[in-house]
């Protein structure tokens, strides 16, 4: 099916299945026009065996809007948190062997032809390879060897996802807008943040031809600051017209830097993250300073006790049209459930507005 995507996008993650505390239709009109799915999640907590018994896709079975964009990612940042934070993981060859730590005894294999099984089942439209992601403090040497499987890895991929589609993509792309009849394939540029590395990453996966590319990785420096250098590298090392992927990327401001360097498609969990932690994105000058393009209110705060005014009140979300700041506050508080929700939707929702604003 032939599809439409304004950019740049923003996807929101779908972590275990759904948007964590927001139910699809609460944003799926005209803003939500793509999300990510975890692969890896997806596979673990049944979802892929469940699509598999009813004969669907992961779209079918959430009734999801078909020309919404379902992006499913590789599950190699997954691994990379096992292996870093649980030490429960080692990358082979062949793939990257793994345990997860409420069942530490059971070893499980995903290998870059896996990977894209899976993501076949789901159904998605862009599909990733998998990749090896390093936490950006790693030497030279296993840097390089990284990025070096990582073709292997996307090249075995590629095989997998000719055989499985049977058919390459064509794809209209601008700086403003995507069409393209799915599925698509995602190589992801490694290199860390060595300059030369990212360079060659970038240079050997372009010439092994794919639709898109993302930046895999770290996009910060060693104090913590968006790496413009190493994004301007990804990006300048590509054939031009290609289309870029933030991957994981980011805060608003990395987003806006971003796609003034020349990526239009990007992901995060910070909107559901900050949400459930009472901490909510408004525009500028509706809140405690934060960053160049937003504010935040951080709804813990006892100032927000007695104020009855919406989180945003430049914002048009169910949370701000319908509730006040002190009720959000003494929810959230509280814990309940649809504190967490209301908060998230007006987050994602925000998100959402502020791609808009970068596009106009
Ligand atoms: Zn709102």
Same mark, same amino acid.
């Given at each position: 099916?032939?599809?439409?995507?304004?950019?740049?996008?923003?996807?929101?993650?779908?972590?275990?299945?759904?948007?964590?505390?927001?139910? #699809?239709?609460?944003?799926?009109?005209?803003?939500?026009?793509?999300?990510?799915?975890?692969?890896?999640?997806?596979?673990?907590?049944?979802?892929?065996?469940?699509?598999?018994?009813?004969?669907?896709?992961?779209?079918?079975?959430?009734?999801?809007?078909?020309?919404?964009?379902?992006?499913?990612?590789?599950?190699?940042?997954?691994?990379?948190?096992?292996?870093?934070?649980?030490?429960?993981?080692?990358?082979?060859?062949?793939?990257?062997? #793994?345990?997860?730590?409420?069942?530490?005894?059971?070893?499980?294999?995903?290998?870059?032809?896996?990977?894209?099984?899976?993501?076949?089942?789901?159904?998605?439209?862009?599909?990733?390879?998998?990749?090896?992601?390093?936490?950006?403090?790693?030497?030279?040497?296993?840097?390089?060897?990284?990025?070096?499987?990582?073709?292997?890895?996307?090249?075995?991929?590629?095989?997998? =996802?000719?055989?499985?589609?049977?058919?390459?993509?064509?794809?209209?792309?601008?700086?403003?807008?995507?069409?393209?009849?799915?599925?698509?394939?995602?190589?992801?540029?490694?290199?860390?943040?060595?300059?030369?590395?990212?360079?060659?990453?970038?240079?050997?996966?372009?010439?092994?031809?794919?639709?898109?590319?993302?930046?895999?990785?770290?996009?910060?420096?060693?104090?913590?600051? =968006?790496?413009?250098?190493?994004?301007?590298? #990804?990006?300048?090392?590509?054939?031009?017209?290609?289309?870029?992927?933030?991957?994981?990327?980011?805060?608003?401001?990395?987003?806006?830097?971003?796609?003034?360097?020349?990526?239009?498609?990007?992901?995060?969990?910070?909107?559901?993250?900050?949400?459930?932690?009472?901490?909510?994105?408004?525009?500028?000058?509706?809140?405690?300073?934060?960053?160049?393009?937003?504010?935040?209110?951080?709804?813990?705060?006892?100032?927000?006790?007695?104020?009855?005014?919406?989180?945003?009140?430049?914002?048009?979300?169910?949370?701000?049209?319908?509730?006040?700041?002190?009720?959000?506050?003494?929810?959230?508080?509280?814990?309940?459930?649809?504190? =967490?929700?209301?908060?998230?939707?007006?987050?994602?929702?925000?998100?959402?507005?502020?791609?808009?604003?970068?596009?106009?």
């Amino acid at each position: 099916m032939q599809k439409r995507l304004s950019l740049p996008v923003f996807f929101p993650d779908a972590t275990y299945a759904a948007i964590h505390s927001v139910p #699809f239709h609460e944003v799926s009109n005209h803003l939500l026009t793509g999300l990510v799915v975890t692969t890896l999640h997806m596979e673990i907590i049944g979802m892929t065996e469940l699509l598999q018994k009813n004969s669907v896709t992961y779209r079918n079975m959430a009734k999801l809007p078909e020309n919404m964009t379902l992006l499913t990612d590789s599950g190699g940042f997954q691994i990379l948190s096992l292996i870093n934070k649980h030490k429960l993981g080692k990358i082979t060859e062949e793939g990257a062997v #793994f345990k997860l730590p409420d069942a530490p005894k059971k070893k499980h294999l995903l290998t870059p032809e896996r990977s894209q099984e899976i993501q076949a089942t789901i159904g998605s439209d862009i599909r990733v390879v998998l990749d090896v992601p390093l936490m950006g403090t790693e030497d030279y040497k296993t840097t390089k060897e990284a990025m070096e499987r990582t073709t292997r890895w996307a090249k075995r991929a590629k095989d997998t =996802f000719t055989r499985l589609v049977g058919k390459s993509a064509t794809v209209k792309y601008d700086s403003q807008q995507l069409e393209y009849d799915s599925p698509l394939l995602c190589a992801v540029v490694q290199g860390g943040n060595d300059i030369a590395l990212r360079k060659e990453s970038a240079q050997q996966l372009a010439s092994l031809g794919f639709d898109l590319f993302g930046f895999g990785g770290w996009p910060l420096d060693e104090n913590g600051n =968006f790496n413009t250098k190493i994004i301007e590298t #990804f990006v300048e090392s590509l054939p031009s017209g290609s289309i870029t992927y933030g991957m994981g990327i980011g805060t608003p401001d990395d987003i806006e830097t971003g796609y003034k360097i020349g990526m239009t498609i990007f992901d995060c969990v910070l909107p559901t993250r900050n949400a459930r932690h009472g901490s909510l994105f408004v525009t500028k000058g509706n809140g405690e300073t934060a960053g160049r393009t937003y504010d935040l209110v951080r709804i813990g705060s006892q100032k927000y006790e007695t104020d009855l005014t919406p989180v945003d009140k430049t914002c048009d979300c169910p949370t701000c049209k319908n509730y006040t700041r002190a009720y959000l506050r003494f929810l959230l508080k509280k814990k309940n459930p649809v504190g =967490f929700t209301l908060a998230s939707i007006h987050n994602v929702w925000w998100y959402l507005r502020f791609m808009t604003r970068l596009r106009s």
